[in-house]
């Protein structure tokens, strides 16, 4: 059975600084990957997708992660965080398979200190 | 224009009664989602339709029922609720399949007392 796991419940950083969430998923062939970010009483926003190619892709709001096959990781990475980054950050994985479902990790609190 | 739609956005209610909650998506996705975000953040799916048809039905007590009357819509009925059902309640919509990015609602914050 597929699994994410985010091993970080809370980080706090400075803004300014560069930022690396932990994702390790468990899936037993070529998965999906997605960073979500959710806002406090918000939904969840799409930040970024791996499907095949390129390992290191391009998210929006700056944001970028990268697919290791060997870690079975998909770390997300952002050089500099702003304040208005403070939010939960979701990992989740999918399979090729259409009625594969996502899987969700548990979420990353991210806080931004000044 | 909002892509997935919820309403109500929060719901309170007394152990026993039965409640929906509806979705709307105009992207013209395919499939759509029921999830269930519990106090500890934790995201778990329900169910997931194509095209009209049930796909996925995870355990779910049979006192949830999604209806969906078009492929826009995906509603979610829930009988007898109990203190367990409090939850923030999410709908999802994706292109196809449940392995494309599923675009989320706002969510329904569901309070039973």
């Known amino acids: 059975a597929q699994s994410v796991t985010q091993p970080d419940i809370h980080i706090t950083v400075s803004e300014g600084a560069s930022l690396e969430l932990r994702c390790n998923y468990s899936?037993?062939?070529?998965?999906?990957l997605f960073w979500y970010v959710q806002s406090p009483g918000q939904g969840l926003q799409l930040l970024l997708k791996?499907?095949?190619?390129?390992?290191l892709v391009q998210g929006i709001k700056g944001f970028e992660a990268e697919f290791k096959r060997s870690q079975s990781s998909f770390n997300l990475r952002k050089p500099s965080v702003h304040w208005s980054d403070a939010a939960e950050y979701f990992c989740?994985?999918?399979?090729?398979?259409?009625?594969?479902?996502?899987?969700f990790g548990k979420g990353t609190r991210l806080s931004v200190i000044a | 224009d909002t892509a997935v739609s919820q309403t109500p956005k929060y719901l309170v209610t007394q152990m026993g009664n039965d409640k929906s909650i509806k979705c709307e998506q105009n992207l013209g996705h395919d499939t759509m989602y029921w999830y269930k975000q519990d106090s500890k953040k934790f995201l778990k799916i329900m169910f997931s339709y194509n095209n009209k048809e049930l796909i996925i039905n995870e355990t779910v007590p049979n006192r949830f029922s999604p209806k969906s009357p078009d492929k826009a819509h995906l509603n979610l009925h829930i009988n007898s609720l109990e203190l367990g059902d409090s939850a923030v309640y999410f709908c999802a919509s994706s292109p196809r399949g449940d392995s494309y990015p599923q675009y989320f609602g706002p969510g329904t914050r569901l309070l039973v007392l």
């Open positions: 899936y037993g062939a070529t998965p999906y």
């Open positions: 989740a994985v999918g399979g090729q398979s259409g009625n594969t479902p996502l899987v």
């Open positions: 791996y499907f095949s190619g390129d390992t």
